[in-house]
């Protein structure tokens, strides 16, 4: 990758030697542009001389309205309460993993860490630079987790979360079974999704993910200890035999599992730091806060 | 700009590579910031199936929360159409020809409802999935297309209505009344058209809906007033002379007209009215999909 800077063009991870890229970052940066619809209501609201209420436009919506509510003033919210209008938060990263490396994103919050691995995936389109990523990506997102349907059953709730990430939703349902052992879940194919608690649709997807034989896993979805944990990491451990990229999201590396081999540590959308994982530095860094 | 890959690419390149499962089909991904003027069809082979997920949405609305549950599905167009058979052919007596006024107006509702109703579903597709939209840059394209699902459902209930009817006349008058031979292509070309017609409005408001609620509730009575003026109800012929200009520049007039001749055998819309349909049609089809495209970008931008 000519033209990178030193730093960012080394090359980590275990027995890198013989191992080529499967995944790199060219200035990289996502900026939030001004909210667009948010002026087109704020027009017609003074083309009415009111100030428009969502609220009182519900009030007076019929029955088949019932549950409609209208996404400009909740996306000024989010944005908003993202920090992210006006500044980019993600500002030209560059990086190189190869395969077979796992590897830690962490940071404090709005860093740009969830943002990159939502651009790896696919999920969010950077505003400059390129992403090179080799082979199958498959995003265990806690966006996506939330984005299960709710009304649905796991059989065909799967495939579209599939196919909104990208991914063909005929390899989820031809591995619903395998997901089904996996989970422990043998009824999963007909099990409602509003069934599994808040804190087992992340681990549905995960486990969904995991089995589609991913190149490149994205992750920002903190596995605990107990069997699934235990499952999970032994399932990357074979996958990283193949290969696989494994790319999870954190506060900090120490808690991260399974751990990773090289460190990266966002501030503010920029690379502050880009280190092979060592328990004591991480441990230091910690404690310095 | 580059083309697309099979899998994880709303943007990029692809090109064959070989990968740690040693799979040929796998590909090399590049994601770069969008520049089409088109909007997103998301990753090959997954188009299909958001859109049908979104149709089956719709569908399930009509009967949601309803103690009768599936069966408001054929008995909403049962009984829309014999309310309006029962006063516009009973008690106003509306001409319609050599025919029952039942059949007459069945056939045209098959096309009217059959846009009517995708019509309805693209315009509202966005604010509909708002919720799957939220967070997540799905493509924008799947829910208005998906939005031909419920479309399809009416027309082919009001299809099955009328061959009921039709069988019904057969028995007591000896006459089937619809001829489904050649002529029938003018029907499916008049369905054609109806179907575009139904996507484009969809491009063209469903950003606005999306996002301004008083756009949805002046488009409900713009519709009703379209249905009104639209040769559903009435024949071209029926419509006094100083009026007929306006079942002429009507848009939807030709289709109509298309499909009631390919099965009925009543005249084909004349040359003027064909000319304004495709027209108008040609003119609205590259605004509405420039103007979606560049709403979806925009809004995917703030994700």
Redesign the interface.
Known sequence: MSGFPAREQAVFGVDSADRDS?LSLEHVVKE??P???MR??RF?SRL?GLQFD?AL?DRLADDEDED?????E??EQ??VDRGGIGRKVVDHVSFEVQ??SRLALVGPPSAGKTVLLK???????????????????APALN??A??I?KDQKLGTAL??IA????????LVRSRLDEISDFMELPQLRTLPTLALDKRRRPEVLLATMLCL?P?IIVTDIPLALGSFAERCVQRLNELQT???ILIAEARGARGLVPLPDRVLELDRGRIISDRLYDPATEKQRQAAG | MNTSS???????VSRP?S???G?AS?????????RRLTPRL??T??HF??AA?FGANYVKKYYHHTYLGLLWIPLLPVLDILMRALLFGGFLGVPSGDRPYLVFLLVGSIGWYFYDRTTLWSYRSL??N?????????PWLPAVTGAVVPGALQGILYALIALVVCGYYRITEGSFYVSIGSGSTYAILGLLLLLLYAWTLGLLFAP?V?????VRLVLRYVFAFWYMLTPILYSVQTIPARYQAIAVYNPLTAPVEFIRGGLLGTPLPTERSVVTSVVVLAALMPIAFLLFAR?ER??????
């Open positions: 499967g939030y542009p909210l667009g619809p087109a209501r017609f009415g969502p436009a409609d509510d209208f996404v400009g909740e996306e989010e944005a395969r077979g651009m790896i995936s696919g999920i969010v389109a950077p505003s400059e630079g390129r992403i090179v990523a080799r082979g199958r990506v966006i996506l939330a984005a349907p495939p579209y196919a909104v990430a990208g991914l063909p939703p005929g034989d190149d193949r290969g696989t | 099979s899998e994880n690419a709303p943007i990029g590579t990968t740690p499962h799979n796998r590909r090399n991904v590049v994601r770069e910031p969008p998301g990753p082979g997954t199936h958001l997920h604010q509909f708002r919720r799957d939209y939220r967070s997540v840059p799905v606005l999306r996002i301004i609620r008083d709403a925009a809004a995917h931008a703030r994700l």
